[in-house]
């Protein structure tokens, strides 16, 4: 056993072994950050928002597996690296770990709240790592020493590391049966009946019938995600409070039970990301069920001074919302509800944040736990220090969701449909334009609120060939889309949805 394989296997197997003792300790303490994820949201927290924007457009959904997956392979190489250290002597390898183990260290203790148990997972594969590898590389050892009995030796390696990576498989699975804490708050929030909530259908004739329009109200599988977590956070909800606080004369620290006692409030309600481009789909319409935060804030005493709440999640995760838009007549509020239903988890249970018109970045906190009435002077959000802007108002925008572009389409009378939006301020009329034509008025769907997107739809006339359509909206403050392109960053894309066809 004279080549580097047999070598950078044991390295690999140690470390394999490690992460799994690792994850199981995770798993048994229900600690939410196993340190490989800790590692993964660490990078996402050093990322420069240029660089996270560009990579929710190239990967979307996937931006997250595929980071996970860089971290992975990264430290992996990592493991093959020091088990060929240890041809050299039995310490060679030992920096390699140690430093594996103080990344995975400054990870989970930049984690908001991190304590002396979260260390855990992290020292036990530290010792794993030294432990196993020490007893490969002396298995490797023995039969570099004796040729004589080179395959025997050779047997015996493959033998005990087929046992290491048999046992740090089931260690795993051991670790995620024992410690199914995000299943015990799923079985929780399917048991949770929270009084005042209730499961409405959409009103009539927010619809126009219209096949492959997008849905008016977005089930809650549908409703797009995005969020900065990993491993989302898994909280019971008597495990929950919230503390409102800064400057007010008074502080306010609620439990759940506090909160759903409070007089709820329910509202559709469309939310979208600001890293939504012309035409994307990141935005989603749903019922929602909570307390309104101007209530809350209302006999708290709050400073003139004041001008901003920022928001921290449980996860750590922060923005800075404009006060004016938590305590105006917009039913801002902390939502425990969504479409009739406990807020799933990745869409924030127990509690939520959620503000009408203004995009998510500054306003939609999940699993909120923290409200510091404040000055945008003094506070600044994760975002916010990424370069983008600390208002964010949601900018009137409007899409074609059919036809596709690219779509080819029979000659003549030809359906042409989608949504329009602009939160807190409403949709007075859609237009559709073809071929650089005259502007056609669009039919509109009925909203319960301004704080809704709204369908539309109109029949136009195609002759065969090619042909552009596009789309602008005006909000019924007066304001006409602009045609002006801008990308989302820093405060939200700009320009008319447009789209090509084949009439044949």
Avoid at 125 to 131: D, E, F, R, S
Wanted: hydrophobic share 45%; with cysteine; charged share 20%.
């Amino acid at each position: 056993m004279t080549t580097r394989t047999p070598w950078r296997l044991a390295g690999v197997l140690a470390g394999l072994a490690g992460l799994a003792t690792s994850y199981a300790t995770a798993m048994v303490f229900t600690i939410r950050e196993a340190p490989v994820v800790a590692v993964a949201e660490l990078v996402i927290r050093l990322t420069p928002g240029a660089v996270a924007e560009r990579a929710i457009q190239v990967l979307g959904h996937l931006d997250k597996p595929v980071l996970v997956g860089g971290v992975v392979v990264l430290v992996l190489a990592c493991f093959a690296w020091a088990g060929s250290l240890a041809r050299r002597s039995w310490w060679s390898p030992l920096p390699v770990w140690v430093a594996l183990a103080a990344v995975g260290l400054v990870a989970v203790l930049s984690q908001r709240g991190a304590g002396v148990v979260d260390v855990l997972p992290v020292g036990v594969g530290l010792v794993t790592w030294i432990a196993v590898h020490a007893a490969l590389v002396d298995a490797l050892r023995r039969g570099a020493r004796r040729p004589d009995l080179e395959s025997r030796e050779r047997r015996v390696f493959v033998m005990v590391a087929g046992v290491i990576a048999v046992a740090s498989l089931g260690i795993a699975v051991a670790g995620r049966v024992v410690g199914a804490g995000r299943r015990q708050v799923e079985a929780s929030r399917q048991l949770l009946r929270i009084p005042g909530v209730t499961r409405k259908p959409a009103p009539p004739k927010t619809s126009l019938g219209l096949p492959g329009i997008s849905p008016w109200q977005t089930s809650n599988e549908d409703f797009y995600r995005i969020d900065t977590s990993i491993s989302v956070p898994a909280i019971e909800p008597d495990e929950w409070s919230i503390r409102i606080h800064g400057m007010v004369d008074r502080e306010l620290t609620l439990t759940y039970s506090q909160l759903v006692a409070r007089q709820l409030t329910e509202s559709w309600i469309t939310l979208n990301c600001v890293s939504n481009e012309v035409g994307g789909d990141l935005i989603g319409n749903a019922r929602w069920s909570g307390v309104r935060l101007a209530d809350l804030l209302e006999g708290l005493g709050v400073s003139d001074r004041a001008d901003c709440v920022l928001q921290t999640s449980h996860d750590g995760w922060t923005c800075a919302t404009p006060l004016a838009a938590l305590t105006d007549d917009r039913d801002a509020m902390l939502a425990v509800a969504m479409n009739g239903r406990p807020l799933p988890i990745e869409h924030g249970f127990p509690v939520r944040t959620v503000v009408p018109g203004l995009y998510g970045y500054v306003s939609a906190t999940k699993w909120v736990v923290d409200m510091e009435v404040s000055t945008f002077a003094d506070s600044v959000g994760y975002w916010t220090t990424r370069g983008w802007s600390a208002q964010g108002p949601v900018k009137i925008a409007s899409r074609i969701d059919v036809p596709s572009s690219g779509d080819e389409v029979a000659v003549g009378s030809v359906s042409v449909g989608g949504m329009a939006w602009h939160q807190h301020t409403g949709i007075s009329k859609v237009e559709v334009q073809v071929d650089g034509g005259a502007w056609e008025p669009a039919e509109l769907g009925r909203v319960p609120s301004d704080d809704t997107w709204v369908q539309w739809a109109l029949t136009v006339d195609l002759d065969e060939g090619d042909h552009e359509v596009r789309v602008r909206a005006t909000g019924k403050d007066g304001e006409t889309q602009t045609s002006a392109v801008a990308r989302p960053d820093p405060d939200g894309s700009t320009g008319w949805h447009t789209i090509q066809v084949s009439a044949r």
